[in-house]
């Protein structure tokens, strides 16, 4: 025996191919989101060019439809189309989102789980109800109107000029949203509701296959109808309405607190010049991340899910033992508020879930590809120079669709990229986000 001692070997490591991968951290958002967007940006092209492509079809097709004899059937038409406008862009979001889950963590964790897998048409029909919600709860839509307006300018500015101007008649370029007779306008929004309703208690009940669907539409047309409807009272009776006692009355008490008060005005005045700011950088953002959380099956209109685990929570059972009527007063009263609020408040639960420092990283990325494109596009316009005349006419169209390309598929590669760290995050601690 030579007296020496065998060491035994090393213990062997598992194979590197059974490791599950680290989650990413919040400083590793950017990454992760540039990662998704390289994983799956084909589809995000295609989504994107398809919903372009429909939407300025429909455009187009108000444009032309809302000019010509039978003035009011006309304007019944126009209204019908812009709401597919609007409809449109609820699909587009939600497949975009749709189209990339797979490149997440999470949902290759409910795959390997065997968990149910929603698909595309699930998820529109689950989503996009909500999705309108909050689409006009927060006046998404105003931007499509205008769009639509202006293009219903350009494209019959001509006529105006030579046309009816030269004749004497009364030009209806830009009205094609706003000159629908109010008496139409209550009647077709009356039936929209009633069908909203009718394919709602579907939905809820899952009588119809797309009855989800169906209740966006209507709840979009009624909205539109209904706004038209509202919007012409308003303004025939503007002069009627200043002169009540109670406006009459809150007129004053303003001016004496802007009077009376030190500082009164000078506070307003700062905050209306800050708060554009605070929604663009965290309002709008925990709600395009509502959406993400919607098509990804976290739900996030729950009102009782933003105060589960505080004081509040406590508040909330005590309500829940109210008698129905108070329970559906306060519903009703307050449902404005929860449209516009109730989502972006839970968006920003899930947010936190993953930090405080995903959290900022998420507003603070939001905020850099906003104002990088913007930024971008004003470099290329540079760069490109404009020694012909007016040649920016001509590109300033493809030049938009190219920077709303980038802003739009990078939007959501980020609000995918949070969703799934938080989500992860969540899981690792035992709490699972799914439909």
């Known amino acids: 025996m030579s007296g020496t001692s065998v060491m035994p070997p090393p213990p062997s490591l598992p194979p590197a191919a059974g490791r599950t991968p680290a989650t990413p951290t919040a400083y590793a958002l950017p990454l992760h989101a540039l990662r998704i967007f390289g994983a799956c940006a084909i589809s995000l092209v295609l989504w994107f060019s398809a919903g372009r492509a429909i939407r300025a079809a429909l455009m187009w ?3 032309e439809v809302s000019h ?6 006309r304007l019944v038409v126009t209204m019908l189309i812009f709401t597919l406008i609007v409809l449109n862009e609820l699909v587009v979001m939600v497949g975009m989102l749709h189209s990339v889950r797979g490149a997440l963590r999470e949902i290759q964790a409910r ?18 109800l909500i999705f309108a919600a909050i689409y006009m709860a927060w006046s998404f839509h105003v931007e499509d109107a205008r769009e639509f307006t202006a293009l219903d300018r350009t494209h019959h500015a001509g006529e105006d000029i030579f046309s009816k101007a030269f004749a004497g008649e009364e030009t209806t370029t830009g009205t094609g ?8 306008s ?12 009718l394919f709602g208690w579907w939905h809820a009940n899952g009588k119809v296959k797309g009855s989800g669907m169906a209740t966006t539409f209507f ?22 309405l200043s002169s009540r006692t109670a406006l009459a009355m809150a007129g004053d008490w303003i001016q004496q607190a802007e009077d009376g008060i030190p500082g009164w005005k000078a506070f307003w005045t700062a905050v209306g010049e800050v708060w554009p700011y605070v929604v663009s950088a965290l309002i709008e953002p925990l709600t395009w991340l509502t959406v993400a959380a919607l098509v990804y099956g976290a739900f996030a209109e729950d009102t009782r899910a933003v105060v589960r685990g505080t004081r509040l929570d406590a508040v909330a059972d005590r309500m829940e033992q109210t008698h129905s009527l108070t329970r559906s007063t306060m519903t009703r009263a307050t449902t404005g508020f929860q449209e516009r609020w109730v989502p972006p408040a839970n968006a920003f639960r899930l947010a936190v879930r993953g930090g405080a420092a995903l959290f900022g990283m998420f507003c603070l990325c939001y905020v850099l590809v906003q104002v990088g494109a913007d930024y971008a596009s004003q470099g290329v ?14 590109l300033g169209a493809p030049a938009g669709v190219v920077r709303d390309l980038l802003v739009k598929t990078l939007t959501v590669c980020l609000l995918a990229a949070t969703f799934d760290i938080a989500a992860t995050r969540s899981r690792e601690a035992g709490e699972v986000l799914s439909a």
């Open 177 to 184: 949203l706003v000159g629908l007779d109010v008496r139409l």
């Open 111 to 128: 795959r390997a789980g065997e968990e149910a897998d929603e698909g595309l048409f699930g998820a529109l029909n689950r989503a996009t």
């Open 219 to 240: 709840e979009l047309a009624f909205a539109f109808y209904g706004l038209n409807a509202m919007g012409t009272l308003v303004s025939a009776r503007s002069d009627w």
């Open 61 to 63: 097709a108000g444009a």
């Open 186 to 197: 209550i009647a077709i929004a009356v039936v929209a509701y009633l069908l909203k309703v």
């Open 68 to 73: 010509g004899d039978y003035r009011q059937v």
């Open 381 to 394: 316009k540079m760069l490109i120079g404009n020694e012909e005349p007016y040649i920016w006419v001509a």
